[in-house]
């Protein structure tokens, strides 16, 4: 892939729109500044003192604030609480433009959400400090109700996307948006709709879908296929991936770290390298960039090792961001492209030719 290919892929983006389904969780960080604490009289313990609150969209927003900043339009689908915690989720989602229409309020439902209290170090204008967060999760089934507002939903949207995220983040079974059910909708319309990008992102169900292009990481594509097996053993992921690939009878991306990621298809397998990264990193949300890159690179034209290099370039951006959950812009893209794009397009031959 030239850089004349890439900038026209990116030149797609805005006129794309892809809905986001799964289970949106609020990231709400709570700022405390040692240096004001109190003493609660009523129980003689320390008092923290908030000094500020940032909200973000997390789990499956993570993946919709990757593609808004690449440009494409989203939409998002999910379940919520019909309390504060879901006006901060739609008010947050709606700041980076995602039609937060489609959220359906439960009454009965939490809105799940992680706390994160960060406590800033002694001195003034230190560096801050995550402590023990605070979950909000819901532990018991979907109501069938939920589940029926999905589908509904679902089937109204899909005429007017060119892609569809499923971010399967709840690890308890039945206990998030995609439910048995949902998930089982969810291959029967990418079987009827096999010209739309259908890709699923699950932490502990990926071996579960059909129909639906994968993108997981080495651990979980092999507990999907060997349990036992070790995911850092390159021959493991060999076997896993184009079992897998044969399985959900689409290509799959399977993320290894430093190392890129490797793509199963029907012509067998090969790994696309990443650019390697000088100084620090932080490689929280990466998998989230991917996601949003190769989808987009997909929705727009891409061959799936095209969409793979995509992935690669917008996560080798989001992971110098430190501190935060980061995302790649299309100009920050092209300048990692820019930079590395003739070490990318030969080392990827070279893998080929080892590979196969």
Same mark, same amino acid.
């Given at each position: 892939?030239?850089? !004349?290919?890439?900038?026209?892929?990116?030149?797609?983006?805005?006129? @794309?729109?892809?809905?986001?389904?799964?289970?949106?969780?609020?990231?709400?960080?709570?700022?405390?500044?040692?240096?004001? %604490?109190?003493?609660?009289?009523?129980?003689?313990?320390?008092?923290? &003192?908030?000094?500020?609150?940032?909200?973000?969209?997390? %789990?499956?927003?993570?993946?919709?604030?990757?593609?808004?900043?690449?440009?494409?339009?989203?939409?998002?689908?999910?379940? @919520?609480?019909?309390?504060?915690?879901?006006?901060?989720?739609?008010?947050?989602?709606? %700041?980076?433009?995602?039609?937060?229409?489609?959220?359906?309020?439960?009454?009965?439902?939490?809105?799940?959400?992680?706390?994160? *209290?960060?406590?800033?170090?002694?001195?003034?204008?230190?560096?801050?400090?995550? @402590?023990? /967060?605070?979950?909000?999760?819901?532990?018991?089934?979907?109501? !069938?109700? +939920?589940?029926? $507002?999905?589908?509904?939903?679902?089937?109204?949207?899909?005429?007017?996307? &060119?892609?569809?995220?499923?971010?399967? &983040? +709840?690890?308890?079974?039945?206990?998030?948006?995609?439910?048995?059910?949902?998930?089982?909708?969810?291959?029967?319309?990418?079987?009827?709709?096999?010209?739309?990008?259908?890709? %699923?992102?699950? /932490?502990?169900?990926?071996?579960?879908?059909?129909?639906?292009?994968?993108?997981?990481?080495?651990?979980?594509?092999?507990?999907? +296929?060997?349990?036992?097996?070790?995911?850092?053993?390159?021959?493991?992921? =060999?076997?896993?991936?184009?079992?897998?690939?044969?399985?959900?009878? /689409?290509?799959?991306?399977?993320?290894?770290?430093?190392?890129?990621?490797?793509?199963?298809?029907?012509?067998?397998? =090969?790994?696309?390298?990443?650019?390697?990264?000088?100084?620090?990193?932080?490689?929280?949300?990466?998998?989230?960039? +991917?996601?949003?890159?190769?989808?987009?690179?997909?929705?727009?034209?891409?061959? *799936?090792?095209?969409? !793979? #290099?995509?992935?690669?370039? $917008?996560?080798?951006?989001?992971?110098?961001?430190?501190?935060?959950?980061?995302?790649?812009?299309?100009?920050?893209?092209?300048?990692?492209?820019?930079?590395?794009? #003739?070490? #990318?397009?030969?080392? !990827?031959?070279?893998?080929?030719?080892?590979?196969?």
């Amino acid at each position: 892939m030239d850089r !004349a290919h890439l900038e026209s892929l990116l030149g797609r983006f805005p006129a @794309l729109t892809v809905l986001v389904v799964g289970d949106f969780f609020l990231d709400k960080y709570l700022l405390i500044d040692p240096q004001l %604490a109190e003493v609660s009289l009523e129980t003689g313990l320390e008092a923290h &003192q908030v000094v500020e609150v940032r909200c973000h969209p997390g %789990a499956a927003g993570t993946v919709t604030a990757n593609l808004r900043a690449l440009g494409v339009n989203v939409l998002a689908l999910g379940s @919520l609480g019909d309390d504060g915690e879901g006006y901060e989720l739609k008010r947050a989602l709606r %700041a980076i433009g995602v039609d937060a229409s489609l959220l359906i309020e439960c009454a009965d439902r939490f809105t799940p959400t992680y706390t994160k *209290p960060m406590r800033r170090a002694a001195s003034r204008g230190g560096e801050w400090h995550e @402590l023990n /967060r605070l979950d909000i999760k819901n532990r018991t089934p979907v109501p !069938a109700k +939920v589940e029926d $507002a999905i589908i509904a939903q679902l089937r109204d949207a899909l005429p007017g996307v &060119q892609g569809v995220v499923i971010a399967d &983040q +709840v690890s308890e079974a039945d206990s998030g948006v995609i439910t048995g059910r949902v998930r089982a909708e969810l291959c029967a319309q990418a079987r009827a709709h096999p010209h739309q990008v259908f890709a %699923a992102d699950s /932490r502990e169900r990926i071996g579960l879908y059909q129909d639906v292009i994968l993108k997981c990481n080495a651990r979980e594509a092999v507990r999907a +296929v060997l349990p036992a097996g070790d995911p850092t053993d390159r021959r493991v992921i =060999e076997t896993c991936g184009p079992a897998l690939a044969t399985r959900a009878r /689409r290509p799959v991306f399977v993320t290894v770290g430093a190392d890129g990621i490797w793509l199963f298809d029907e012509s067998g397998g =090969e790994r696309v390298p990443a650019r390697p990264a000088a100084g620090p990193i932080d490689p929280v949300g990466a998998g989230d960039s +991917v996601t949003a890159g190769l989808v987009s690179a997909l929705c727009a034209g891409a061959s *799936p090792r095209e969409a !793979a #290099i995509v992935g690669n370039l $917008a996560a080798s951006v989001t992971i110098k961001q430190i501190g935060t959950t980061g995302t790649a812009s299309p100009a920050q893209v092209l300048r990692q492209f820019e930079a590395t794009g #003739i070490e #990318i397009s030969s080392a !990827a031959t070279e893998a080929v030719l080892e590979d196969r």
